[in-house]
């Protein structure tokens, strides 16, 4: 059994302040596995300490404390998470408190690292390098897909993310399409009949779109965000929103037609996010920069 705690850090520094970190027993990160994921390992002598190291690094998400020694970690460290009796993995507790489900695809990994929701099949695609030319980091999709598992990916307000470039102009050329049936879905394409990308929510038959401003370049990466707040859609390109609008909210059921791509998909995608609310100009334009 998996136990959930809070902690209250009171740091002993000059800076002071609380933190709160959400502590997870009985797991570890597998170490042999994480020389990509380890920000630094160092002795201490306070555990507060540690904990204040992590709070001043912001790529640091995961503290392990183990044998006098303090490791921090980014947020790709749940990868290589494993079960390990007695062992305490602390987190901060601000990072992914909205995000429900993240793929962050890395060094060959597909797994969804919230809440277990991992791609139930695969097709035509393979690893190939991210943004970064980080190997079998990124997902190159040839009239392929990966479908997500079935489950209830809209109650209300949110915000759905994704890294893509194009390795083929095609028209309807799906990027993401989440589909109770035929009358109702939330898709977003990379080209559409204005020659540009867009994202539409279809209701009992009747879409509204949103089209980007921007047209689209092939071998490009594009950071591509969709928010709801209400009625209001909003898409945004690479943390500059691009056009909103009165728009039908998603019906809150499960669903199990929703996939990455589809097949007229000649794309990479990589970084796949989504939130249970919709962030703000702010909050997106930091998740774009946040590399």
Same mark, same amino acid.
């Given at each position: 059994?998996?136990?959930?705690f809070?902690?209250?850090?009171?740091?002993?520094?000059?800076?002071?302040?609380?933190?709160?970190?959400n502590?997870?027993?009985?797991?570890?990160?597998?170490?042999?596995?994480?020389?990509?994921?380890?920000?630094?390992t160092?002795?201490?002598q306070?555990?507060?300490?540690?904990?204040?190291?992590?709070?001043?690094?912001?790529?640091?998400?995961?503290?392990?404390?183990?044998?006098?020694?303090c490791?921090?970690?980014?947020?790709?460290?749940?990868?290589?998470?494993?079960?390990?009796?007695?062992?305490?993995?602390?987190?901060?507790?601000?990072?992914?408190?909205?995000?429900?489900?993240?793929?962050?695809?890395?060094?060959?990994?597909?797994?969804?690292?919230?809440?277990?929701?991992?791609?139930?099949?695969?097709?035509?695609?393979?690893?190939?390098?991210n943004?970064?030319?980080?190997?079998?980091?990124?997902?190159?999709?040839?009239?392929?897909?990966?479908?997500?598992?079935s489950?209830?990916?809209?109650?209300?307000?949110?915000?759905?993310?994704?890294?893509?470039?194009?390795?083929?102009?095609?028209y309807?050329?799906?990027?993401?399409?989440?589909?109770?049936?035929?009358?109702?879905?939330?898709?977003?394409?990379?080209?559409?009949?204005?020659?540009?990308?867009?994202?539409?929510?279809?209701?009992?038959?009747?879409?509204?779109?949103? &089209? *980007?401003?921007? $047209?689209?370049? =092939? @071998?490009v990466?594009y950071? /591509?965000?969709?928010? !709801?707040?209400?009625?209001?859609?909003?898409?945004?390109?690479?943390g500059?929103?691009?056009?909103q609008?009165?728009?039908?909210?998603?019906?809150?059921?499960?669903?199990?037609?929703?996939?990455?791509? &589809? *097949?007229?998909t $000649?794309?990479? =995608? @990589?970084?796949?996010?989504? /939130?249970?609310?919709? !962030?703000?100009?702010?909050?997106?334009?930091?998740?774009?920069?946040?590399?």
């Amino acid at each position: 059994m998996n136990f959930f705690f809070f902690i209250s850090i009171f740091e002993l520094f000059p800076f002071g302040g609380l933190e709160i970190f959400n502590a997870e027993k009985n797991f570890d990160f597998n170490i042999q596995n994480t020389e990509n994921y380890i920000i630094s390992t160092t002795p201490y002598q306070l555990r507060t300490q540690c904990f204040s190291k992590c709070k001043q690094n912001k790529k640091c998400i995961f503290v392990t404390i183990q044998n006098s020694s303090c490791s921090l970690f980014s947020k790709l460290a749940p990868l290589n998470k494993v079960s390990s009796p007695n062992n305490v993995i602390y987190k901060k507790k601000q990072y992914f408190e909205n995000i429900v489900y993240y793929w962050p695809i890395d060094n060959s990994y597909l797994t969804e690292i919230i809440s277990g929701a991992n791609f139930i099949s695969k097709i035509n695609c393979q690893l190939t390098t991210n943004r970064f030319n980080t190997p079998n980091s990124a997902v190159i999709l040839t009239d392929g897909s990966l479908q997500l598992p079935s489950r209830v990916y809209f109650q209300g307000d949110f915000t759905f993310m994704i890294w893509a470039k194009q390795t083929e102009l095609i028209y309807e050329s799906v990027l993401f399409n989440c589909t109770v049936d035929n009358n109702e879905r939330v898709l977003i394409s990379f080209l559409g009949g204005a020659d540009r990308a867009y994202y539409a929510i279809i209701n009992n038959g009747n879409p509204v779109f949103f &089209g *980007l401003v921007t $047209r689209l370049s =092939v @071998d490009v990466w594009y950071h /591509f965000t969709i928010s !709801l707040k209400g009625n209001t859609a909003s898409i945004y390109l690479n943390g500059n929103l691009e056009k909103q609008g009165w728009s039908y909210v998603p019906a809150s059921v499960s669903r199990s037609a929703c996939y990455i791509g &589809g *097949l007229n998909t $000649r794309a990479t =995608v @990589d970084d796949i996010k989504m /939130f249970n609310k919709a !962030l703000t100009n702010e909050e997106i334009d930091s998740e774009y920069r946040d590399q």
